[in-house]
Each structure stands twice: as structure tokens, then as C-alpha cells.
């Protein structure tokens, strides 16, 4: 019995050796090879999932929040995307169990040692693995299925070489990559050859213009096909190393930019784009689905703003527009998918814009819009004077060879009277202006049959509905006049040529108690049909090749719809339509402006503030300012006293306790000491008090007493003491040099200044604020910097000039870097004395770089 046990635990230790055996060759050599993807976004797991399925291989999907979940051990290799990754404790144990188990963990995209410390790979099978994902293509990562059942998981089978593709220059449609612009014309004349060589040019380029995996190619796709059946040749461009070369290469009349942050580190997108002389569009790829985004009022989440819009725009990118989302393909991956409608937007602006590119100045059409509150008021605009500045664009327009139809209003006192009598708004409220005017002014009447095709060709049935609803039947029962029985709408306008200048019509309804300052910054309803009319006829009636709105601001785009990346349900993307949009701006409104360049696609020009100046003082605050500083000076004890009487008695004249917060003195009672340099302290705030000195015209550049008044109040408080105290430690030399400005100086500057009547008149206070030393030899330091008699060579030896220049480049370099680059420890070995003479040194530059804007304002 014994010898029978024996036999049969031999024959079952021999069929467990044979099972184990059998069973190890099988997970060796007939088991599918098992190969987990860890953390791959949906494009780049959509090309690897479609290499499994056409290679004998086993390929799965975890996010990596699953990373320390998964069952990593039960797989053969394990790819892990690790851009970003840091690795927890959990997921590190999860990687070293796999590894345990046999699974050989491939490492990519790493942005730091711990997790490229989890790699099983050696150098050299890095180094293939890497070679396989960068020239990309389905063959190759087929190609890199096979590498790693073979060389990593030990299986007999073939393993394709790496198909090389180059890595910078122009792609097509399909596969077609080539790295000169040769080789990628002769390809387009072979596979397009009705595009004519001198056919208008568009270069498409950024990080997401990517051709080696085609579930990211539908975008880009839809783009050249869409660009080449107009008549266009389109430039895709990939490889960010040398898209300026490329770009520069391709000669295009327009870039579209598929952004992700800056286009090009330190400012050199601006450059380039400045030296193209093109504008620069921008195509983005939501990593949201439509539903989502049609849904979200935002437009784009907060955390994709500022790589997708923000960035860009900082290197004059233009027209924010979403033109695809993320749609589940037929295998239930998201990947980008075209949003047609919105393609078709950007491509019809692109489209715009080439026209306005080539189409003689002569035969531009150009509609300018202004703001105007109803009946007699004068034109608005932040910081600019409207009508001055309006007669100047036309007449520069006039000189470049637009077709203005004949004489211009001799001045811009006639423009303003033109305006008043043919280019008013009115509320149909206002019954007698309102009948005179449709008599006199010559409105544009728009049949109401021509304005309900516009209407619903323009609008999405959903926003016909809403405005039908809120505003009444076509054509709305504002703005409405009879013509031979039928009805129209009434368009303000007034006509020069090619040219027209109209208002904004009220975006509330125009009604008699309509709150304009409020509608003006948006309604939460639909605009009323003459204002949906006035710019459905700039696109349709007029034909404009491009719209203006003069000046900050109007209401377009505060109208309904989204921040950003709107839909065509928004309505500034419904009334701007396709038109190229300039918007002259001022320069300190950035909030709204970002409104403007984001909603309404708007190309924001910024124009110059009005002159800064100080306030100065006027009339019975003048005396008290003049009695302060006797008061302060006053030796002989009767007179101070009787100052003092005199300073308490115009107190109480001016009511300055309330603005002080004191106690007005009773009866013989008198102010203190301390009360009166509280108020000597207040009164010399508000004398210095920085104010704009009149309004801003455009066309009409600032004069230099005005540049240097203005570079003062520019200049912190901190570059002004540094001043102050090199002129009261310097040489007498210097101290001379900053009083030498004579009266005969500023005589002369003023005669050489164009006629004109704000360069005559007297700066507020001007004569008080040479009573004020600390301001008054600021200001005359400011302008001896200006005209070379105070220089940095002058104030540092050579020697010592050369080091504080190579200090301020080191720390520049430093900051630019940022406090993660390592080189930021420099900064920390400046002395005070070093300190000192670097930021008095910066205070001369920027004297200088703020003078400079302001003398190269394109208004000159």
C-alpha cells in the first residue's frame, strides 16, 4: 500500500511539474502577450488601442487614479505616461509588485527621476522605445507592440524596424510629411493643382498641429480641405523647434494658431508675427464635449483660459474660436471631432481677412461705429475726444486712398453738426425729432421683407423665437416707419463713399426711461430688431470688408452669450458675423478690453490716455496752501500766530473738518500744531494728485512739456526720491543741469508744437506747482534726463557702469527664468549700495522707455 502511495504522489508530483511547465510555456509563448496603458490621454490610447487590434496583442486602459489600484501584476509590460506624475507611496508599491510579478514597466514622458526610476527598461531599450513613439504613425506603435513581445516579454515574432518621419516641416492630407518647403509645394502641385501660385496663403501651426496620430487629425483636416476648396494654400506646420524658420518659409498672408501658452519663449512670436505684417488667429480644441460647452456660460473653464486665450494673446493672437470638442468615436473613446459650424466661422474670418489684405484701400468698405446717447449729446468715448478724433481717422483714411465720395466736413466742429443732424439716436419716443428727422436726415430704410431674410439666416431658430417673443413680429414696433404702405426699419447713418458712419443704436429698446449706462454693459434678453437690423445691414445692406467701433465702449460686447469661445447661439458672434473687427481702445481699460478682443473678435488698437499732469490748486485752497508754507517758515512768534488765525478761519470757510475727520474749532479757539500739519499734509495730496489734462485726440501726439508732466506721474515714488536725492548729493554740475530748463526753453517747445488750442492752454495749477520744490525739480529732473544732460554715463564711471549693466542683465535673465531654472541665487549677492545705484539706474531707463511709447504712439 505503501509502494502505491509513492507511485501515486511521484505521478502527481510529475503532472504538476508537466501542469506548471505547460503552464508557464503557455503564459510564454500562447498567451496573448498582456500590455496595460497607464494615464494616456484619449487620441494617443485611441492609436494604441487600434495597434492592438491589429497585432496579436492584449492592450488595456487605466486612468491613473487607478495607478495603485489596478492589477498591474497581472500583466506583461505596463506603459506609464508620467508627465506631471508624482508617484504616492501606494502607486510606487503598485509598480514594484508588478515588477515583482515579471511585468516590465515602461516609463514616458517623465518629468522628474522618481518616476523614471520606475523604469525596468535599460538605456538602449529606451532609447528604441523612444525612437518608436517619436516618428509616430500606426506602424510604428504596431511596430512597438512587436518590440516589446519580443524583446521584453521573450516572444519569437518579427519586429519592424523604425519607419523614420521627419520631425519638423510640412504635412497634408494623409500621411505626407516633408521637412522643405520644396518638397511640400511639389506635393501640392501634384495633389492640388488648380491652386494658383500667387493663391493667398495660410500657415497652420502650434503645439495641437500634430500629424503623426490621426484621431487628432480631424480639426486639421477639416481645415486644408475647407481652405483648398477656397482657392487657398494652406501651410500646416509641425515641430515647435523650427516653426519661425517654417513660418517665415511659407510667406502667408494669415496664420491660424493652435495654441497651448506662449507660441515662442522671450516675446519672439510678437517679432515674428510683427515682421510677417500678418494677423494671427486662433483655433481651439476643447477638451470638453459640445454639449458641455454649449452648456457652460464660461465658454472655456477657468484653468484652460489661460493657456488657450490668455498666453496667446500676449503675443497678439486674435479671435479666440472653438473648432472642435471631444465626441465619443465609434469605439467609445473621446477624441477631437469637428464642430463644423464654428469651423466654419473661423474659416469664413480667415477668409475676411484675406480679402481686406488684398483688396485696394479704394474699393474698402468700412463701417465705423460710434457711441452717441439720443438727441443733441456730443459723441463719448473713455479718455478720448470723439468727434476731433473721428475727422482725423477719415482724413488720414481720405490720404491713404479710401473712396470717401468727395469733400470731407471742413472741420470737426462741422463733422459734429452733420452728425447732430443726420447721424443722431433717437428714440421713436421722441415723436417731432423723430419725424423731422426721417424727413431730413436721410436715414437707410430697410424693407421689412429684406431684413426678415437676414433675420433668419443669421439667427439660430432658437434666438428668432426669443426675439419674436420680447420684441413683437418682424419688424418690431420700434424704429419703424411707412413707405409707401409697407413697413421699414430706420438705420442712422451717414455716408462718405465707401465709408459710413453711424451710432449704436440702444441695446435696451430705446424707450424714454431706459437706463443707458446700464443697458450699455448688457442685457439679459435679446437686443430689439432695429438694433439686430443696423448691423445685419453693415454685413448684408452695406457690404462693409470691415467694421470699426470708435472708442470705449459700446454694448456689443456686453450683448448675451458666453465669455469666451462663444457658440453661434451668442450674440456678439451673431451681429459681428464674419467681419474683421478693429476697435480702438484706451490703453488703461484692460479689463473691458480683454471683453471686446474675446467676445465680439475684436482686434483692440489701444490709444494713449489724455496727458497725466498734476492738479495743482485754484482759488481759496491756493491762499491756504500759500499760508501753510508761511506758517511753517514763520520765525516771529505775533506773525505765526496771526497765520494762524487766518489758516483756522479759512478751515472753517472750506468745511475741511469733514474731510479730515477733525474737530472744527469753537469760538476764539485755534488749530494745533498737529491739526495744522494734518491739514498742510492734505492739502499738498491734493495738489500733487495725478489728473488727465483734458481728453485725447487721435492723430494728435503729445507735446514734450506733456510727455515729460506725464513720465513724472508715471514714475513710482520710489524712482522719484532716488531722483531728489541725486540731485541734492550730486555734483553742482548735475543740480545746474536739471534748472537749466528756461522759460525760453519751454517757449520754443511750445511754438514748434502743431496749432492747436489744448497746447496752449495752462496745466492746472502750473503756477503753484513750481512753489512745491519736491514735484517742481522731479519734474525738471525728469526733463534733463530726457535731454541727455543727466545720463548714466555721466552719473557712473565705465568701469563701474559695465558691472551695473551686467548685474541688471543677470538678475533680468534670473526673473525670466523663473525661480525654478536654479539661477536665481545671484539675486541675493547684491549689496544695498549695489541696490541703490541698480534701481537708480533702472529709474533713468524707464524715464526714458516711458518717454519713448509715448513719442512712438501710432496716433503721430
Given amino acids: 500500500m505503501t509502494e502505491i502511495f509513492k507511485r501515486l504522489a511521484a505521478a502527481l508530483a510529475v503532472l504538476g511539474v508537466c501542469l506548471a511547465i505547460g503552464l508557464a510555456a503557455y503564459h510564454r509563448y500562447l498567451r496573448k502577450v498582456r500590455i496595460a496603458f497607464v494615464g494616456y490621454r484619449d487620441t494617443t490610447w485611441a492609436a494604441f488601442e487600434e495597434a492592438g487590434r491589429r497585432t496579436p496583442y492584449a492592450v488595456h486602459r487605466f486612468g491613473r487614479d487607478e495607478l495603485a489600484s489596478a492589477p498591474l501584476s497581472d500583466f506583461d509590460a505596463v506603459f506609464v505616461w508620467a508627465m506631471g506624475l508624482n508617484l504616492d507611496e501606494a502607486q510606487t508599491l503598485a509598480l514594484a509588485?508588478?515588477?515583482?510579478?515579471?511585468?516590465?514597466?515602461?516609463i514616458t514622458g517623465a518629468t522628474d527621476a522618481a518616476s523614471e526610476?520606475?523604469?525596468?527598461?535599460?538605456?538602449?531599450?529606451?532609447?528604441?522605445?523612444?525612437?518608436?513613439?517619436?516618428?509616430?504613425?500606426?506602424?510604428?506603435?504596431?511596430?512597438?507592440?512587436?518590440?516589446?513581445?519580443?524583446?521584453?516579454?521573450?516572444?519569437?515574432v518579427e519586429v519592424p524596424p523604425v519607419v523614420e518621419k521627419p520631425q519638423c516641416g510640412y504635412f497634408h492630407l494623409g500621411e505626407g510629411r516633408f521637412e522643405t518647403i520644396d518638397a511640400f509645394e511639389r506635393h501640392i502641385t501634384h495633389h492640388a493643382p488648380r491652386l494658383a501660385d500667387d493663391a493667398p496663403r495660410v500657415a497652420l501651426?502650434?503645439?495641437?498641429?500634430?500629424?503623426?496620430?490621426?484621431?487628432?487629425?480631424?480639426?486639421?483636416?477639416?481645415?486644408?480641405?475647407?481652405?483648398?476648396?477656397?482657392?487657398?494654400?494652406?501651410?500646416?506646420?509641425?515641430?515647435?523647434?523650427?516653426?519661425?524658420?517654417?513660418?517665415?518659409?511659407?510667406?502667408?498672408?494669415?496664420?491660424?494658431?493652435?495654441?497651448?501658452?506662449?507660441?515662442?519663449?522671450?516675446?519672439?512670436?510678437?517679432?515674428?508675427?510683427?515682421?510677417?505684417?500678418?494677423?494671427?488667429?486662433?483655433?481651439?480644441?476643447?477638451?470638453?464635449?459640445?454639449?458641455?460647452?454649449?452648456?457652460?456660460?464660461?465658454?472655456?473653464?477657468?484653468?484652460?483660459?489661460?493657456?488657450?486665450?490668455?498666453?496667446?494673446?500676449?503675443?497678439?493672437?486674435?479671435?479666440?474660436?472653438?473648432?472642435?470638442?471631444?465626441?465619443?468615436?465609434?469605439?467609445?473613446?473621446?477624441?477631437?471631432?469637428?464642430?463644423?459650424?464654428?469651423?466654419?466661422?473661423?474659416?469664413?474670418?480667415?477668409?475676411?481677412?484675406?480679402?481686406?489684405?488684398?483688396?485696394?484701400?479704394?474699393?474698402?468698405?468700412?463701417?465705423?461705429?460710434?457711441?452717441?446717447?439720443?438727441?443733441?449729446?456730443?459723441?463719448?468715448?473713455?479718455?478720448?475726444?470723439?468727434?476731433?478724433?473721428?475727422?482725423?481717422?477719415?482724413?488720414?483714411?481720405?490720404?491713404?486712398?479710401?473712396?470717401?465720395?468727395?469733400?470731407?466736413?471742413?472741420?470737426?466742429?462741422?463733422?459734429?453738426?452733420?452728425?447732430?443732424?443726420?447721424?443722431?439716436?433717437?428714440?421713436?419716443?421722441?415723436?417731432?425729432?423723430?419725424?423731422?428727422?426721417?424727413?431730413?436726415?436721410?436715414p437707410e430704410m430697410i424693407p421689412a421683407e429684406t431684413y426678415a431674410q437676414w433675420f433668419q439666416k443669421a439667427l439660430p431658430e432658437k434666438r428668432q423665437k426669443e426675439t419674436i417673443a420680447l420684441w413683437g413680429p418682424i419688424p418690431g414696433r420700434q424704429m419703424v416707419a411707412q413707405r409707401e404702405g409697407r413697413p421699414h426699419l430706420i438705420v442712422s447713418r451717414i455716408r462718405f463713399g465707401?465709408?459710413?458712419?453711424?451710432?449704436?443704436?440702444?441695446?435696451?429698446?430705446?424707450?424714454?426711461?431706459?437706463?443707458?449706462?446700464?443697458?450699455?454693459?448688457?442685457?439679459?434678453?435679446?437686443?430689439?430688431?432695429?438694433?439686430?437690423?443696423?448691423?445685419?445691414?453693415?454685413?448684408?445692406?452695406?457690404?462693409?470688408?470691415?467694421?470699426?467701433?470708435?472708442?470705449?465702449?459700446?454694448?456689443?460686447?456686453?450683448?448675451?452669450?458666453?465669455?469666451?469661445?462663444?457658440?453661434?447661439?451668442?450674440?456678439?458672434?451673431?451681429?459681428?458675423?464674419?467681419?474683421?473687427?478693429?476697435?480702438?481702445?484706451?490703453?488703461?481699460?484692460?479689463?473691458?478690453?480683454?471683453?471686446?478682443?474675446?467676445?465680439s473678435c475684436a482686434v483692440i488698437v489701444s490709444h494713449l490716455t489724455p496727458p497725466l499732469t498734476a492738479a495743482g490748486l485754484y482759488g481759496q485752497l491756493s491762499l491756504l496752501h500759500e499760508k501753510l508754507h508761511a506758517f511753517r517758515t514763520e520765525t516771529d512768534p505775533q506773525l505765526k500766530r496771526e497765520t494762524r488765525k487766518t489758516i483756522t478761519r479759512m478751515f472753517r470757510q472750506l468745511d475741511l473738518a469733514k474731510d479730515l475727520d477733525l474737530r472744527e474749532p469753537t469760538g476764539d479757539q485755534l488749530l494745533s500744531d498737529e491739526q495744522i500739519a494734518r491739514i498742510d499734509d492734505y492739502v499738498h495730496e491734493l495738489k500733487d494728485r495725478t489728473v488727465t489734462h483734458g481728453l485725447h485726440v487721435l492723430?494728435?501726439?503729445?507735446?514734450?512739456?506733456?510727455?515729460?508732466?506725464?513720465?513724472?506721474?508715471?514714475?513710482?515714488?520710489?524712482?522719484?526720491?532716488?531722483?531728489?536725492?541725486?540731485?541734492?548729493?550730486?555734483?553742482?554740475?548735475?543740480r545746474h543741469e536739471a534748472h537749466d530748463r528756461s522759460d525760453h526753453e519751454r517757449h520754443h517747445e511750445q511754438r514748434d508744437q502743431p496749432h492747436d488750442e489744448s497746447h496752449h492752454q495752462e496745466t492746472p495749477g502750473a503756477e503753484l506747482a513750481h512753489g512745491d520744490v519736491d514735484k517742481a525739480l522731479?519734474?525738471?529732473?525728469?526733463?534733463?534726463?530726457?535731454?541727455?544732460?543727466?545720463?548714466?554715463?555721466?552719473?557712473?564711471?565705465?568701469?563701474?557702469?559695465?558691472?551695473?549693466?551686467?548685474?541688471?542683465?543677470?538678475?533680468?535673465?534670473?526673473?525670466?527664468?523663473?525661480?525654478?531654472?536654479?539661477?536665481?541665487?545671484?539675486?541675493?549677492?547684491?549689496?544695498?549700495?549695489?541696490?541703490?545705484?541698480?534701481?537708480?539706474?533702472?529709474?533713468?531707463d524707464d524715464i526714458h522707455r516711458y518717454a519713448d511709447h509715448l513719442r512712438q504712439s501710432p496716433q503721430r
Fill in 117 to 156: 526610476e520606475q523604469s525596468s527598461l535599460n538605456a538602449r531599450q529606451k532609447e528604441i522605445v523612444q525612437q518608436y513613439l517619436q516618428h509616430g504613425g500606426q506602424e510604428n506603435l504596431e511596430a512597438l507592440l512587436h518590440y516589446v513581445a519580443a524583446e521584453l516579454v521573450g516572444r519569437d
Fill in 699 to 734: 492723430g494728435r501726439p503729445y507735446s514734450e512739456q506733456q510727455i515729460v508732466e506725464t513720465v513724472t506721474a508715471m514714475l513710482s515714488e520710489p524712482a522719484c526720491d532716488l531722483l531728489l536725492e541725486h540731485a541734492a548729493t550730486g555734483s553742482e554740475r548735475h
Fill in 97 to 106: 509588485q508588478a515588477r515583482r510579478a515579471g511585468a516590465k514597466i515602461i
Fill in 205 to 442: 501651426f502650434g503645439p495641437f498641429a500634430r500629424p503623426a496620430n490621426k484621431y487628432e487629425r480631424e480639426p486639421l483636416d477639416y481645415l486644408i480641405q475647407s481652405f483648398e476648396r477656397r482657392g487657398v494654400r494652406v501651410y500646416p506646420i509641425f515641430g515647435f523647434r523650427r516653426a519661425p524658420e517654417l513660418l517665415r518659409q511659407a510667406k502667408p498672408d494669415l496664420a491660424i494658431v493652435f495654441p497651448h501658452g506662449r507660441l515662442l519663449p522671450d516675446n519672439r512670436a510678437r517679432r515674428l508675427l510683427a515682421r510677417l505684417n500678418i494677423p494671427c488667429l486662433s483655433a481651439l480644441s476643447l477638451s470638453t464635449s459640445i454639449q458641455q460647452w454649449l452648456a457652460d456660460q464660461r465658454g472655456v473653464a477657468a484653468g484652460a483660459l489661460s493657456q488657450s486665450i490668455t498666453m496667446p494673446e500676449l503675443d497678439g493672437v486674435i479671435e479666440p474660436i472653438a473648432i472642435s470638442a471631444r465626441q465619443p468615436n465609434q469605439r467609445g473613446i473621446r477624441v477631437p471631432t469637428v464642430i463644423r459650424d464654428r469651423s466654419d466661422r473661423l474659416i469664413d474670418r480667415a477668409m475676411r481677412w484675406l480679402s481686406l489684405r488684398r483688396k485696394p484701400n479704394a474699393e474698402k468698405r468700412i463701417a465705423i461705429v460710434y457711441y452717441k446717447a439720443p438727441g443733441l449729446s456730443a459723441l463719448s468715448s473713455a479718455g478720448m475726444e470723439t468727434c476731433p478724433s473721428l475727422w482725423n481717422l477719415l482724413r488720414r483714411m481720405e490720404k491713404e486712398g479710401y473712396d470717401l465720395g468727395g469733400p470731407l466736413p471742413e472741420s470737426p466742429e462741422a463733422l459734429f453738426a452733420l452728425i447732430q443732424e443726420k447721424g443722431k439716436t433717437l428714440g421713436q419716443w421722441a415723436i417731432g425729432s423723430y419725424e423731422q428727422f426721417l424727413e431730413e436726415a436721410e
Fill in 498 to 599: 465707401n465709408v459710413v458712419i453711424m451710432p449704436q443704436p440702444t441695446v435696451g429698446g430705446g424707450g424714454e426711461d431706459e437706463d443707458q449706462v446700464k443697458t450699455i454693459h448688457g442685457t439679459d434678453q435679446a437686443p430689439p430688431h432695429f438694433y439686430i437690423a443696423a448691423y445685419l445691414w453693415i454685413q448684408h445692406g452695406f457690404r462693409a470688408d470691415a467694421v470699426i467701433h470708435f472708442g470705449t465702449h459700446g454694448s456689443l460686447e456686453f450683448t448675451r452669450g458666453k465669455s469666451a469661445c462663444l457658440s453661434r447661439y451668442c450674440w456678439p458672434d451673431i451681429l459681428i458675423g464674419d467681419l474683421p473687427h478693429i476697435y480702438p481702445y484706451i490703453i488703461n481699460n484692460v479689463g473691458e478690453a480683454m471683453v471686446a478682443k474675446r467676445r
Fill in 778 to 844: 522731479v519734474q525738471s529732473l525728469v526733463a534733463a534726463v530726457l535731454a541727455g544732460r543727466i545720463t548714466a554715463e555721466k552719473c557712473f564711471s565705465r568701469p563701474e557702469l559695465a558691472a551695473l549693466r551686467k548685474l541688471q542683465q543677470r538678475m533680468a535673465d534670473s526673473l525670466s527664468d523663473g525661480p525654478m531654472s536654479g539661477k536665481t541665487a545671484g539675486r541675493g549677492k547684491v549689496s544695498a549700495a549695489q541696490a541703490k545705484k541698480l534701481a537708480f539706474l533702472q529709474a533713468l
